[in-house]
């Protein structure tokens, strides 16, 4: 499986700082030997300032050079590997999604090469397992003064994104929706249902998806503020990362702690729910009765 190429970019942050503080050198220091711009080793050792910046690896190599790392030692292999990963081209960056928005991007660079993500959605589905129609639907009310300007790349983006994860199998996806999400109805009564049928159909082939009642019990009375998808990846160096939607952008959340506290709030949510057969019978009912009234 292709690494996640921010991941490597983290990966090869903590390595170039690790090595230029071991040889007590400040970033104007290296420039000088190195010939880098202290500007560009800033930016090389904070990948989050702009996650979809790649690293140079001419660049990477000079630092390398600098910092006394031999060529063709493991070392030098190693990081040079992180930096080859950490520029590699991703499908988001074709010119067909080229509209598809930054923070369904961030979504997509998280997402690629992941193990496992477990996502909690509160009152909307999480576009990844959205039909074209609610999606097409949710980004044309998506903002308050007008449509988005290129809802079909968006679309086009969230079908990949299901394609690229879900569709592939190359990972596992626990999805946890709040009561409201199945019950509420964000788009017209027809796309509602075949959205539920949607999802449904996805529970007996891929995914699993529980349903949180309104009167559950949470324990610590503690409940998400905002949908957030934590990801993980096959290699275990590379630290999970937690991408937080707040409506305008998506945050991203790399601090240990933290991302165990959401991984932790997701499990205790889990276990909140609705077991995944009683969920798919939860949702067959709303859907029946939708289908009814239609």
Known sequence: MTPNPLARR?????????LRTERGYNHAELSRRSGVSASVISRTESPLGDVHRKPNLLSVRRLLDA???????????QVE??????????????????????????????????SRVWEYAGLLLPGIVQTAEYARHRVLAVTSDGPASNPEAIVAGRLERHRQLIEAGKAEYQLVLEEQAVRRHPVP?????????????????????????????????????????????????DPPIVVVDNVTRALLVTDPDEVSGYARLHQRLRD???????????IRDVAAELAAAT
């Open 10 to 18: 983290r990966q090869l942050a903590s390595s170039l700082h690790a």
């Open 67 to 77: 910092l006394e790392v031999p060529r063709g030692s493991t070392l030098w292999t």
């Open 81 to 114: 590997g992180y930096a080859e990963d950490a520029a590699g081209a991703g499908w988001w960056e074709a010119p067909t999604y080229a509209h598809m928005g930054d923070g369904q991007r961030t979504y997509a660079l998280v997402e690629a090469g992941a």
């Open 189 to 237: 009564p027809a796309v509602m249902l075949e959205q539920l049928r949607r999802l449904l159909a996805l529970m007996d082939d891929a995914i699993s998806v529980r349903i949180v009642p309104v009167d559950a019990r949470l324990g610590d009375g503690y409940a998400p503020r905002a949908p957030f998808a934590h990801t993980s990846y096959p290699d275990l160096d």
């Open 272 to 282: 909140a729910a609705l077991p995944d057969a009683d969920s798919a019978a939860y």
